[in-house]
């Protein structure tokens, strides 16, 4: 099992620009999450998805948007990047909440110039 | 509403020495507590969780941490730190919510 994978692994974009940021899952998990991870901040969770067909806002949302394309996908997009979105971006999936593990993926290191 | 610190961004150790970092966390429902290491360039991965079956947790590469309640704390230890171990840890704290995470403590073994 492939587990959780994010595409693409490494983006450089321009101000403005705008991108897509995949991730998919192959445990039949029901919820799935994206995080950004900055230095000395940890990770915040941007959106979730708690089953398929529902999305809701985590800490940092502004700026984002997010698509539950399927219950294997869960995609995160940046309409007009700014350089404050320069982050790693974590994807992760468990089957519900309280005490299943959370899985991740491996990370997207984005840098908006 | 959930959180976790932990004490201490960055924490040195010897090689061979005990392995001690912090976590305290704040939960208005009984928590379950999960200790995630990261290494570098990678992502996350679990150590050990706590789910109310018992308060010393054991988990892989010879960590373990122990919940309590009266302290809310959920501290990880080693007894023996290896070079393996430099990576940076992170706490996270759930109730039937999303993860959430401390801010992390870097630890570094010194040989």
């Known amino acids: 099992n492939a587990g959780v994978t994010q595409t693409p692994k490494f983006q450089v974009l321009k101000t403005g620009q705008s991108m897509t940021l995949q991730c998919a899952q192959d445990m039949n998990h029901n919820s799935m999450y994206w995080y950004r991870q900055d230095p000395g901040m940890g990770l915040r969770l941007i959106y979730y998805?708690?089953?398929?067909?529902?999305?809701d806002k985590g800490e940092v949302p502004n700026g984002y948007n997010v698509s539950r394309l399927n219950k294997r996908e869960f995609s995160l997009r940046l309409e007009s990047a700014a350089p404050s979105q320069t982050s790693v971006y974590f994807c992760?999936?468990?089957?519900?909440?309280?005490?299943?593990?959370?899985?991740f993926g491996p990370g997207t290191r984005l840098l908006v110039l | 509403a959930q959180s976790v610190t932990q004490l201490g961004s960055h924490v040195s150790v010897s090689e061979g020495a005990l392995v001690l970092l912090r976590c305290n966390y704040s939960?208005?429902?009984?928590?379950?507590l999960f200790w995630y290491v990261q290494y570098p360039n990678q992502g996350l991965q679990l150590l050990l969780k706590y789910t109310s079956a018992a308060t010393l947790v054991k988990g892989i590469n010879g960590f373990e941490a122990e919940f309590k309640k009266s302290e809310t704390s959920f501290h990880l230890t080693k007894p023996s730190a290896h070079m393996s171990d430099a990576a940076e840890y992170f706490c996270?704290?759930?109730?039937?919510?999303?993860?959430?995470f401390g801010k992390g403590t870097r630890l570094s073994v010194i040989a």
């Open positions: 939960s208005s429902v009984p928590p379950y």
């Open positions: 998805s708690a089953s398929e067909g529902t999305t």
């Open positions: 992760a999936s468990r089957q519900l909440a309280g005490t299943e593990t959370q899985y």
């Open positions: 996270a704290v759930s109730g039937n919510t999303p993860l959430v």
